[in-house]
């Protein structure tokens, strides 16, 4: 009590600060809720007065999953690996040498959901595609000990052993294909189509590396979805020079 008086009277805010706020709840509210405002109108005021390259706007450099991309992308989800890797490259020199150019907004396009990740048990996976052959992976997923001595991340034997479905990946297709993502058919016939045709380069990949392999493999799936991870964006981003 005599500590509070003290510090009234020798400041005078203490004496307005309870006065005018703590005991006035809807003045309270008002000031707090005009002091939140001000942090949200500081990150949405340059979305709206940007200019139009923003990088955050629609790219027409990312294309959709194809089918076998889409399979492998619900097994990523499924078996969890966001949960170990990121897929956000940030714009600092060390991310940038480590990884490739900085992750620009468009190239989540058609990412639903999002699989940015939060955490980093294992290094960033958004531009991974391309930068080891299809045999790695095989054997990586297998036995991730096998070409990664010391790997604290599990073994996935059975996605050599598990079928993926068509007639699942075609509802997958249409439910991307629905909320906006451009495909150019979502029949099962045309789905399985592209899955065969995809698959059966990844097969020939594993066959001469001495890999026995079948193109509805969900280890082949998900091989396809890793491979293109940030190629796209890498090979755009390359010819941009500079700022990467
Ligand atoms: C418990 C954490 C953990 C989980 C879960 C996990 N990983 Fe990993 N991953 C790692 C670690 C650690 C490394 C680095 C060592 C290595 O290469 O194995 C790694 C490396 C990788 C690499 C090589 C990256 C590079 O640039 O060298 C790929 C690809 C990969 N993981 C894919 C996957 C996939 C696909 C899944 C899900 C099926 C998965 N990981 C689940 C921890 C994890």
Known sequence: MSDHNHHDSETGYGRFHRRVFERKAGVFAVATTVAISVGALVELIPMFTASSSASWERVDWVTPYTPLEVAGRDIYVREGCYLCHSQMIRPMRAEILRYGPWTRAGEYQYDRPFLLGSRRLGPDLQRVGGKYPDAWHYEHMRDPRSTSPGSV??????????????????????????????????????????LQSQGATIVQNLASAGITAEWDDEIVALTAYLQRLGVEGRAHLANQGGDS
Do not use: H, Q
């Open 153 to 194: 991340m599990p073994v996935y034997p059975w996605l050599i052993d598990s079928k993926i479905d068509p007639a699942d990946i075609a509802a997958s297709v249409r439910a991307l294909a629905r909320v906006g993502t451009p495909y150019e058919s979502t029949d099962e016939a045309w789905v399985a189509g592209r």
